[in-house]
């Protein structure tokens, strides 16, 4: 026996159903209707479900119907702000209309996304703007800022998500003033956290939700105690986001920023009552001293903190190097506190400043249990405590909230910064069914039980359901894994990849995108290829996009645009964030070359603290957790190439081991069912035939 609700959506995804009028391309697939009918039944029931859904299912669509339909209120939380953008400024509006329904949708992001008018004030007085063109952006910025309604910077053209200008006209939990800002009736964190709390679809992200988990401070404590239905999309970056959120981090570029907002404030409202150039110079010698003493390390080095230091690192001389910051934030906070009442700015400093203090501490005690320490070493340095995964926060954090008194979640007004007020609805709790839980993405593992992403998020009891892509793979790709190829720790092996991948994208013009596993093979193949293409007259050469070298949402537009009206592609040469949500339908993309197997690098003190713990449990640290790491990093690498039902092209695996080792078969199962190319003349043929 089916469910109202069920029965609803079952109608909405028929051919001639309501998702007919909300989308020009809708077609009825199995597929989707089988997850939305799971999400509804979930919804109906409450419970956990967790589904993966190929790449072409159109899992969207199979979670916001039954979401919508169901009358609930909901919160969609997304790994990207590029879906999180979609899902409200796209998505849930078509279908809102297409169902005719009076729902309100709100948009949440964190405080760091929105301008800060308090912030931009103190901006157009800082006399240590970065550069001159930083003016130029500032007046930009606030002409722009007389206009917007969000406040949201992602709306501002042309503003480059790395410009240092970012912070100084962004708030952070520790600087803001919160209700006592001269600016709080028009801020636009406080407009948005209301319009959140007012309505019935809220689209928040990973991070979002995790840094309220770890401070209670974003406005979560009051939402998700109303909500009904929680729906966690591109669910498989979860885990990874929520050990950033759950340790504990000091930067020496934390201690920066504060001793430079110190300065600031200090000169502007209490010039010659404190001497700030004495405490800011403290702090800015404590930090670079402790920078010093970790010595001349490559950029990206994570060193292992076992026992008192950082290995390498003389124990003696990191004590004092710690001590000597602790002190410095000491004395900050001595200095604060005597103007505290001149300006809300100093009171803030100074909770900065004792916050810092009390980090320093923590450093300075033993790791806690099932966690690891290490220190990232750049310009700066960052000292990391990470638990190993989320499942214990998840199971005593956020599953139990639907057993919960409301009221014990809803933390109290400090905790709150004096934003919002609660309003009086009806809660999970009092939800018949119980809170819903949706876990859903196009990659969550390599096994039929999903084990990679349930048991490190503590939802092994959830139920499971795999969806496959309804795409035809046999007829629109092909896998090419070339024989004679150099092993991938030989020193030729990334020249050899540029020159694959150079040869694909001369006979296609462009149209390839290169995928490397570190940031070395990146620049190496970015440059290979470059001086290969200059030996092609300049109408035929295709233009190199390289991964760091312009904004992500610069050479995304450029390489869709690049095959446009006739004119040849590009190559893009990236890593990291590339392999997943990058998302290039059509021809402009036909050849995805992936320099190496993704395996976790067992240096990073993360992985191998995971590895020691499964190798403590008496299991396999490689079978475990290293194969089906690379298992799920390689299909959404291969998730680039076909987006549509009418997309074709080639993926090129530059990795010998994928057919010659045992564990070669696990990772080719788990790659989409592509028909194989045995030899370079076969590769030579299937990218002669894109072209026609």
Known sequence: MTGALEDQVRDAFAQDGALSRAAEQFRERSGQTEMAIAVARTIDQG??????????VGKTFSYLVPALLSGERVLLSTATKTLQDQLFGRDLPRLVEAFGLPVRTALLKGRGSYLCLHRLDLARHDASLPERGSLRTL?????????????????????????????????????????????????HVNLARREALAADIVVINHHLFFADLAVRETGMAELLPTVSVVVFDEAHQLNETGVQFLGAQLGSGQALDFARDMLGAGLQHARGLVDWQQLVAAVERAARELRLVVGKQWPGAKLRWLGASPEGVDPDAWQRALDDLLQAFELSAEGLATVSEISLDFVRLHERAR????????????????????????????LIESPLDIADAMRKRVLKIAEADPDAA????????????????????????????????????????????????????????????????????ALYVPRAFPKPNDPS?????????????????????????????????????????????????????????????????????????GRVGCVLVASASFW??????????????????????????????????????????????????????????????????????????????????????????????????????DFEAALAALKT
């Not at 419970?47 to 072409?56: Q, R």
Request: hydrophobic share 40%; glycine share 8%.
């Open 580 to 681: 997943e949500g990058f998302d290039a339908p059509g021809d402009v993309l036909q050849l995805v070359v992936i320099d190496k197997l993704p395996f976790p690098p067992p240096n990073d003190p993360l992985v191998e603290a995971r590895s020691q713990r499964l190798e403590a449990q008496g299991r396999s640290s490689f079978a475990d957790y290293s194969l089906p790491e690379a298992a799920v990093a390689l299909k959404q690498g291969a998730g680039r190439l076909i987006r549509r039902e009418t997309d074709s092209g080639v993926l090129a695996i530059c990795d010998t081991r994928l057919v010659a080792m045992g564990y070669g078969r696990r990772l080719l199962a788990a790659l989409p069912p592509m028909r194989r190319l045995e030899n370079e003349s």
């Open 410 to 477: 809803d933390g109290d007004d400090e905790d709150l910064d004096g934003y919002g007020e609660r309003p009086a609805r009806e809660t999970a709790e009092q939800h018949d069914g119980g809170r819903a839980w949706v876990f859903t993405s196009a990659t969550l593992g390599d096994e039929p039980t999903l084990r990679w992403f349930t048991e490190p998020c503590g939802l092994q009891d959830a139920e499971v359901l795999r969806v496959q892509s309804p795409f035809d793979y046999a007829s629109q790709a």
């Open 139 to 187: 007046a930009k910025i606030e002409q722009w800022s007389k206009a917007t309604r969000t406040g949201d910077l992602a709306e501002l053209p042309g503003l480059d998500e790395r410009s240092p200008l970012i912070p100084l006209i962004t708030s952070t939990r520790e600087n803001c003033l919160g209700a006592q800002c001269p600016q709080f009736k028009p801020c």
């Open 47 to 56: 419970g956990v479900l967790v589904v993966e859904a190929g790449t072409g």
């Open 493 to 565: 092996h990334s020249q050899r990849v540029a020159q694959l991948a150079a040869r694909g994208a001369t006979e296609l013009g462009g149209r390839t995108l290169v995928l490397t596993t570190t940031l070395r093979a990146l620049r190496t193949i970015g440059d290979a290829m470059r001086q290969q293409f200059e030996l092609l007259d300049a109408e035929a050469r295709p233009e190199v996009l390289v991964q760091g070298e312009l904004p992500k949402r610069v050479l995304m537009d450029r390489f869709r645009e690049g095959a446009s009206a």
């Open 355 to 382: 916050q810092l203090a009390k980090r320093i501490a923590r450093f300075a005690l033993p790791c806690e249990i099932d966690s690891v320490r290490w220190v990232d070493v750049g310009s700066q340095l960052r």
